[in-house]
């Protein structure tokens, strides 16, 4: 808010070109940085519960905040604002890498 104009508005942007990084993409990645079998499969399985709850990813984008951090200052782990989202967290990392042009998969 500022003291002159009240509220300021930002026009919610339009996501029309957004998609998921393809499993492929992602367990080319989690093969590089782990060689853990166990934690492999514990992140590859993140990344598909996340894209099974959002199909289409401006469904996340338009999730409240809280959604989609997954989990506030001061919840347990145990019991997050959205399971999904928290969990997915090191997917969403990865994600807007292998969204641009020129990276993993758009070569």
């Not at 984008?61 to 001061?74: D, I, T, W, Y």
Request: with cysteine; glycine share 6%.
């Amino acid at each position: 808010m500022t003291a002159l104009s009240g509220p300021i508005k930002q026009a919610a942007p339009q996501l029309t070109a957004v998609r998921h990084a393809s499993a492929e993409e992602y367990a080319a990645l989690v093969s590089r940085c782990t060689n853990s079998l166990r934690q492999r499969k514990h992140l590859l399985g993140c990344r598909d519960r996340f894209v099974r709850h959002y199909p289409d990813l401006r469904q996340w984008f338009q999730a409240p905040l809280s959604e989609r951090v997954g989990r506030l200052h001061g919840e347990p782990r145990a019991k997050p604002t959205c399971l999904v989202c928290y969990q997915a967290r090191r997917y969403l990392s990865f994600w807007p890498c292998a969204a641009m042009p020129g990276s993993i998969g758009n070569g």
